[in-house]
């Protein structure tokens, strides 16, 4: 099930924290993670099973754009549609704000992140050089079509 984080606890952020721990080489701190969704320019979706969380997309709002912070799934749910719920939310939730464009960077590499953002129509945009220390980024860009 699909939770739109108004506001954050110290419990919450935790499990966040400890969800991207166990799926990047780079994680945000629990405390970060707290003070970024209690702050209205961040927003967070959790993928929940009872308790526990399973996935979850963050997104920062910058000026007239939304910029996909993060978005996981633990391994042993992949492939069961949790990101592509994930990513209806966000679709939806963009398509009535007033923000125009969704913007995200992703490894080079990550190719099933890829072709999940091109499923959404996402268009490539450009690369941004060592971005992930290691390895280049590729940006993508979701623009709001509008009707003529």
Not at 15 to 42: G, H, P, R, T, V
Request: with cysteine; aromatic share 14%; glycine share 4%.
């Amino acid at each position: 099930m699909i939770k739109s984080l108004e506001s954050c606890s110290s419990e919450t952020a935790l499990k966040l924290s400890n969800l991207e721990q166990n799926l990047f080489s780079m994680s945000w701190d629990a405390s970060i993670i707290e003070q970024k969704i209690n702050d209205k320019s961040f927003k967070y979706w959790t993928y929940q099973n009872e308790d526990e969380i399973i996935g979850y997309l963050g997104i920062q709002f910058i000026h007239h754009d939304i910029e996909i912070l993060g978005i996981g799934v633990l391994e042993e749910y992949r492939k069961k549609g949790v990101a592509t719920e994930l990513m209806d939310e966000l679709i939806s939730y963009f398509e009535v704000s007033k923000y125009e464009k969704i913007i995200l960077e992703v490894r080079e590499s990550n190719k099933s992140a890829q072709s999940l953002y091109k499923k959404y129509n996402f268009k490539h945009f450009g690369k941004r050089k060592k971005y992930y220390v290691t390895e280049d980024a590729d940006i993508f860009i979701k623009e709001k079509a509008y009707a003529e």
